[in-house]
């Protein structure tokens, strides 16, 4: 009896082990929304940390986070460093490339509350009086990610984040007007 119950307990802890080991070594998660505005108007709120930050979810989770700006304040090279609440952890993100006013890449190093290296990315185009706007993240998918993964939909936890984050920036986009 106890060698069943013994048999039983490790299958059941060795099936997620083997359904992780076979997850993608990578992830992407994407979003779009439709925003009118032009790309002209909506470049220098994603490619400007400081007003990045004003409609970023993420920064907007934790009315406490402490956070330190370094590099010029757009473009490539601006970084922010900070340090928030279980919701947001620790970390930091800073524009690598920028192309106006089409794209904004981005490099996202988290710390805590798991270390992750990964690239966010916006684009956008242009759709008759509207831009559409995507905001994507992608990057390696570790062992202990794809393991989590199989309790937790990381893709559906993200990306209603970067709704959230779109509609904020769509509200502030069109609100210029």
Sequence with gaps: MIKTIALIAVA?????LVLAAFKPDTFRVHRSASIKAPPERLYPLIND???????????LKDPN??????GPQAGPGAAYHFAGNKDVGKGSIS???STAPAKVTMKLDMLEPFEGHNIVEFTMVPRGDATEVTW???????????????FMNMDRMIGRDFEAGLANLKARAEKAV
């Design 49 to 59: 940390m400081r007003v990045f930050n004003t409609w970023n979810p993420y920064n």
């Design 95 to 97: 524009i690598l490339e």
């Design 65 to 70: 986070i402490r956070g330190e700006y370094s």
């Design 136 to 150: 994507a993240m992608h990057g390696p998918s570790p062992f202990m990610a794809k393991l989590v993964g199989i």
């Design 12 to 16: 059941a802890m060795a099936v997620p």
